[in-house]
């Protein structure tokens, strides 16, 4: 079975948990790199600008949306890829849309191309995400610092990895926890 999913693990936790029982569940999700924005009148019919995005997303955004299934990786029967995508997202001035996006309606997405793609079969392919200088054992600091992310995000990377059996804790410095893989 394959589930294409653009939003949300929650949604789909217990249904995976329970395909993953019976069939081989394998799921896509697609991490935008490129995001161009169109514009579009209120009947969407003529395009009256198109601009790029200067939002960047990167493969370790897939973390974002593991958080919620991070358990699942370890069964036989799940696998999950990671398209890296360029979208197109088209929007009208209609005020009904997001105050955050001064009251514009998304009106559909897009694929414009993709240009990987990464299947992750076992947490084992989740360590190849992290740069090979980082040093053992590691904390969630030494993380950030390693990959350029906010420490939020590398908390997100941690948890994942961990409920994955993919590092283990191995000690504290202070308060902070020490990993290896």
């Known amino acids: 079975m394959v589930e294409i999913q ?4 929650s949604a789909i936790r217990g249904k995976l948990q329970e395909l993953v ?12 790199i490129e995001k161009w924005v169109v514009q579009v009148d209120k009947k969407g019919t003529e395009i009256i600008s198109r601009r790029k995005s200067p939002s960047r997303g990167n493969l370790l955004d897939l973390f974002e949306e593991m958080v919620r299934i991070p358990e699942l990786i370890n069964h036989p029967n799940f696998t999950i890829e990671f398209p890296l995508i360029r979208e197109e997202e088209v929007r009208c001035k209609d005020g009904k849309g997001s105050k955050r996006r001064k009251r514009e309606s998304i009106k559909d997405r897009r694929l414009i191309d993709v240009i990987e793609s990464k299947v992750f079969t076992c947490n084992q392919d989740f ?33 994942c990895l961990r409920k994955m059996d993919a590092i283990v804790v191995v000690g504290k410095r202070g308060n902070e926890l020490l990993y290896e893989w």
């Not at 653009?6 to 693990?9: P, S």
């Not at 029982?21 to 935008?32: C, D, G």
Request: proline share 12%; aromatic share 10%.
């Open 21 to 32: 029982q019976k069939y081989k569940v394998h799921v896509l999700h697609p991490v935008t």
């Open 6 to 9: 653009t939003r949300n693990f």
């Open 127 to 159: 360590l190849s995400i992290l740069p090979p200088t980082l040093p053992q054992p590691f904390s969630t600091k030494c993380l950030a610092t390693a990959l350029n992310l906010p420490l939020y995000r590398c908390r997100q990377i941690t948890y």
